[in-house]
C-alpha cells in the first residue's frame, strides 16, 4: 500500500509553470537546425532537418525518426529529424493515415505519449525492432543532436524547453516522455532516465498501452523511475533497489589495448514495480492534418550497408529474454527486497538497438550506479 500513498503524496505538490525544479526545465538555445521557439503554421518540408518537436495534444504532437528512407534507428539516432502531426517547428509533416492510435497522457510528472502506426512512412526500414532517443548521447549532443524538447501541456498555452525526455520508436510503434517536474524523491533526469535501451517502452514507459484505432487523451497515475523498486528496510524507510542493464563489449584503450567488460544485473526483471493506470480519458475518432503532402521514395526491403566496425554486444542476461521479454526473476542494487515479478507486461522492443556511439558513455555511468546504488533523492 505504501508505494501508491508515496506516488500520491508525491503529486499533490502543485506545478507552477513560472517556478520549476532544478533540472526540469532546459537553458540552452534551440539548436541551429531548429526555429528559435516551437511556432505552429510554419511551411511544410518533407525535406526539413529541424529537430524541434512538441508534445502538446492527442492531435498536436511531434516524433523523431530518420531523415532518409529505409533507416534503421540504432544507426541514424544522432540525426534523426522532427515530423508533426501538424505543420509547426519547420518540422516535416506526418501524413494523414500513418499514426493508428495514440494515447496522449498528463500526469503531474511528466507528459507521455504511445502510440501505434506505420512508421516506414517517415522512413524506419520496415522490421526495424527500434531504439531509444534522449537528450544525452555519448558526447552530451544529444540523440539527435541538437533535439529539443518542448510541451505546454502544465498550464495549456506557455511552451516549456524540457531538459530531461526519452522515446522509443519502432517501425509500428512508439512512445515518448517528457519530464515536466521533480520533487525531493524524483528527480527529471532519473523520471526519465535513458539508459534501459533495449527494454522498450512498456518497461521504461508503462502505461495502458492500447492497439490501432484508439485515440485518447487521460489523466494517468505517476510511474515509478524506469528500473526503480520500491522495498522497506529494516527501520521501515521506504527503499529503492535499481535494475541496470546488462551487457557485455570491448574497450579499446588510447594505448590500442582491448579490454572486455560486463556490467549491469545478470538477471532482467519480467515487469515494472506497478502499471500507472489512466483515468478521465476522451476519445476522438481519429486525428489528421488534411495536407497533401509529396513523400519522400518509400522503404525497401533492401538490408542497410553494414557498419564497417566493431561495435559492444548488448542484450539481455545469459538467460535469453524470449520475444516478449520475459525473464525470471530480478536482482536488486540496494539490498532492499523488490516485489516479485509478474509476467503481466512485456516490452515493447525487446531487441531495440543501441547506437555503438552510446555504450562507453553508459558502461561509465552503469559502473558508478552499480557501486553507488540509488536511495531517496535529496
Given at each position: 500500500?505504501?508505494?501508491?500513498?508515496?506516488?500520491?503524496?508525491?503529486?499533490?505538490?502543485?506545478?507552477?509553470?513560472?517556478?520549476?525544479?532544478?533540472?526540469?526545465?532546459?537553458?540552452?538555445?534551440?539548436?541551429?537546425?531548429?526555429?528559435?521557439?516551437?511556432?505552429?503554421?510554419?511551411?511544410?518540408?518533407?525535406?526539413?532537418?529541424?529537430?524541434?518537436?512538441?508534445?502538446?495534444?492527442?492531435?498536436?504532437?511531434?516524433?523523431?525518426?530518420?531523415?532518409?528512407?529505409?533507416?534503421?534507428?540504432?544507426?541514424?539516432?544522432?540525426?534523426?529529424?522532427?515530423?508533426?502531426?501538424?505543420?509547426?517547428?519547420?518540422?516535416?509533416?506526418?501524413?494523414?493515415?500513418?499514426?493508428?492510435?495514440?494515447?496522449f497522457l498528463k500526469?503531474?510528472?511528466?507528459?507521455?505519449?504511445?502510440?501505434?502506426?506505420?512508421?516506414?512512412?517517415?522512413?524506419?526500414?520496415?522490421?526495424?525492432?527500434?531504439?531509444?532517443?534522449?537528450?544525452?548521447?555519448?558526447?552530451?549532443?544529444?540523440?539527435?543532436?541538437?533535439?529539443?524538447?518542448?510541451?505546454?501541456?502544465?498550464?495549456?498555452?506557455?511552451?516549456?524547453?524540457?531538459?530531461?525526455?526519452?522515446?522509443f520508436i519502432s517501425?509500428?510503434?512508439?512512445?515518448?516522455?517528457?519530464?515536466?517536474?521533480?520533487?525531493?524523491?524524483?528527480?527529471?533526469?532519473?523520471?526519465?532516465?535513458?539508459?534501459?535501451?533495449?527494454?522498450?517502452?512498456?518497461?521504461?514507459?508503462?502505461?495502458?498501452?492500447?492497439?490501432?484505432?484508439?485515440?485518447?487523451?487521460?489523466?494517468?497515475?505517476?510511474?515509478?523511475?524506469?528500473?526503480?523498486?520500491?522495498?522497506?528496510?529494516?527501520?521501515?524507510?521506504?527503499?529503492?533497489?535499481?535494475?541496470?542493464?546488462?551487457?557485455?563489449?570491448?574497450?579499446?584503450?588510447?594505448?590500442?589495448?582491448?579490454?572486455?567488460?560486463?556490467?549491469?544485473?545478470?538477471?532482467?526483471?519480467?515487469?515494472?514495480?506497478?502499471?500507472?493506470?489512466?483515468?478521465?480519458?476522451?476519445?476522438?475518432?481519429?486525428?489528421?492534418?488534411?495536407?497533401?503532402?509529396?513523400?519522400?521514395?518509400?522503404?525497401?526491403?533492401?538490408?542497410?550497408?553494414?557498419?564497417?566496425?566493431?561495435?559492444?554486444?548488448?542484450?539481455?542476461?545469459?538467460?535469453?529474454?524470449?520475444?516478449?521479454?520475459?525473464?525470471?526473476?530480478?536482482?536488486?542494487?540496494?539490498?532492499?527486497?523488490?516485489?516479485?515479478?509478474?509476467?503481466?507486461?512485456?516490452?515493447?522492443?525487446?531487441?531495440?538497438?543501441?547506437?555503438?556511439?552510446?555504450?562507453?558513455?553508459?558502461?561509465?555511468?552503469s559502473l558508478i550506479?552499480?557501486?553507488?546504488?540509488?536511495?531517496?533523492?535529496?
Amino acid at each position: 500500500m505504501f508505494p501508491a500513498l508515496l506516488l500520491i503524496a508525491a503529486s499533490l505538490a502543485s506545478v507552477n509553470a513560472l517556478d520549476f525544479p532544478k533540472g526540469v526545465i532546459a537553458t540552452g538555445t534551440m539548436g541551429v537546425t531548429n526555429p528559435p521557439k516551437p511556432t505552429m503554421g510554419t511551411p511544410v518540408n518533407q525535406q526539413s532537418m529541424a529537430r524541434l518537436i512538441s508534445l502538446n495534444a492527442v492531435d498536436d504532437f511531434c516524433l523523431f525518426a530518420p531523415p532518409e528512407p529505409n533507416s534503421e534507428i540504432g544507426e541514424t539516432e544522432d540525426r534523426e529529424v522532427a515530423w508533426c502531426t501538424k505543420p509547426r517547428n519547420n518540422a516535416r509533416l506526418i501524413p494523414d493515415g500513418v499514426i493508428t492510435g495514440v494515447s496522449f497522457l498528463k500526469t503531474p510528472f511528466y507528459v507521455q505519449v504511445m502510440g501505434t502506426g506505420d512508421f516506414t512512412k517517415l522512413n524506419i526500414r520496415k522490421g526495424d525492432a527500434g531504439g531509444e532517443l534522449d537528450p544525452h548521447g555519448a558526447t552530451g549532443a544529444g540523440n539527435p543532436a541538437g533535439g529539443n524538447v518542448t510541451t505546454n501541456i502544465v498550464d495549456g498555452k506557455t511552451d516549456l524547453n524540457i531538459e530531461e525526455w526519452m522515446m522509443f520508436i519502432s517501425d509500428s510503434q512508439f512512445c515518448v516522455r517528457a519530464c515536466t517536474n521533480a520533487n525531493a524523491t524524483y528527480d527529471a533526469a532519473h523520471m526519465c532516465w535513458h539508459q534501459l535501451d533495449v527494454m522498450g517502452c512498456e518497461f521504461v514507459m508503462p502505461g495502458t498501452y492500447k492497439g490501432p484505432g484508439t485515440f485518447e487523451t487521460c489523466d494517468a497515475d505517476v510511474a515509478y523511475p524506469p528500473g526503480w523498486y520500491p522495498g522497506v528496510d529494516a527501520s521501515g524507510k521506504t527503499t529503492f533497489s535499481t535494475f541496470a542493464q546488462y551487457f557485455t563489449g570491448v574497450y579499446t584503450g588510447g594505448d590500442g589495448k582491448a579490454t572486455g567488460y560486463t556490467v549491469g544485473d545478470l538477471v532482467t526483471p519480467t515487469t515494472v514495480a506497478f502499471i500507472p493506470k489512466s483515468s478521465n480519458c476522451v476519445t476522438t475518432a481519429t486525428i489528421g492534418n488534411a495536407v497533401a503532402v509529396t513523400q519522400q521514395p518509400g522503404a525497401s526491403s533492401a538490408p542497410p550497408p553494414p557498419n564497417g566496425s566493431s561495435k559492444p554486444v548488448s542484450g539481455s542476461a545469459p538467460a535469453n529474454p524470449t520475444k516478449s521479454g520475459s525473464v525470471a526473476g530480478s536482482q536488486t542494487n540496494s539490498g532492499s527486497r523488490a516485489p516479485p515479478a509478474s509476467s503481466g507486461s512485456s516490452a515493447a522492443f525487446p531487441m531495440a538497438r543501441l547506437g555503438g556511439s552510446e555504450f562507453f558513455a553508459i558502461v561509465l555511468v552503469s559502473l558508478i550506479a552499480g557501486i553507488a546504488g540509488i536511495g531517496l533523492l535529496h
